[in-house]
């Protein structure tokens, strides 16, 4: 267990929908990357916060946006919602010095129907 | 960051040392090695990291050659339960994103 969480575990949307995935993070550790997951590949690294500020974001489009909060806990937006947003989402944890070991939640498993 | 090129399967058998290969001829001065694991699509899960030196801990050992272009995962004594995919990644430090590449499937029979 890495003291990361994540909710809801499953989500079925339908497309042109919004949805709101929840990070918490492990204790003393202020900053949260997601990823995404599609069936068959790795992870890939969507955007990373720190300190409340977006820090680094990999190639998707605006539609994906998020939060992180004074609790370092963070959210993860998509709107308009496409079939191809199906995937495995996965939030790690990490605290900001000279190692930085990301840790990583159970992941959020949503399909888009 | 260093692009790394895994075999895409191994398998290895019960009780028997898993040696897992990662390539990374482009490493920088600054970027880390970083091996993770992922088990039926739950998160992954941290193994063991190093810059240079060889580092062990309770789940696996790394090795890294000297020119540190490449190094090999050693599960000691492999289990079922170490059946997953494992990532060789390579990654500046601060602020660094994760780049996951296929890894590789290793299969564990008893």
């Known amino acids: 267990e890495t003291g990361v969480t994540q909710s809801p575990t499953h989500l079925i949307k339908t497309r042109g929908q919004q949805v709101t995935l929840r990070c918490s993070s492990q204790s003393g550790h202020n900053t949260v990357s997601w990823y995404q997951q599609a069936l068959g590949q790795g992870p890939q690294f969507i955007f990373q916060?720190?300190?409340?500020?977006?820090?680094g974001r990999g190639n998707f489009p605006p539609r994906f946006s998020g939060l992180q909060f004074p609790n370092y806990s963070s959210e993860l937006n998509v709107n308009a919602l496409e079939l191809d947003d199906s995937a495995l989402y996965l939030c790690?944890?990490?605290?900001?010095?000279?190692?930085?070991?990301?840790?990583f939640g159970p992941g959020t498993r949503l399909l888009v129907l | 960051d260093a692009k790394t090129t895994q075999p895409t399967s191994m398998d290895c058998a019960e009780g028997r040392a898993a040696n897992l290969p990662c390539n990374h001829s482009t490493i920088s001065g600054n970027e880390y090695v970083y091996w993770y694991r992922q088990i039926h699509s739950q998160g992954p899960q941290y193994i063991i990291h190093?810059?240079?030196n060889n580092e062990t801990n309770e789940m696996a050992s790394l090795i890294i050659t000297e020119d540190r272009k490449s190094s090999t995962l050693i599960l000691p004594h492999a289990t079922l339960r170490d059946t997953a995919v494992y990532y060789c990644i390579v990654r500046v430090v601060v602020g660094g994103k994760l780049i996951f590449g296929q890894g590789t499937e290793l299969s564990v029979k008893p």
């Open positions: 916060y720190y300190r409340e500020e977006e820090n």
């Open positions: 190093g810059l240079k």
């Open positions: 790690a944890s990490s605290r900001r010095d000279s190692q930085e070991t990301q840790y």
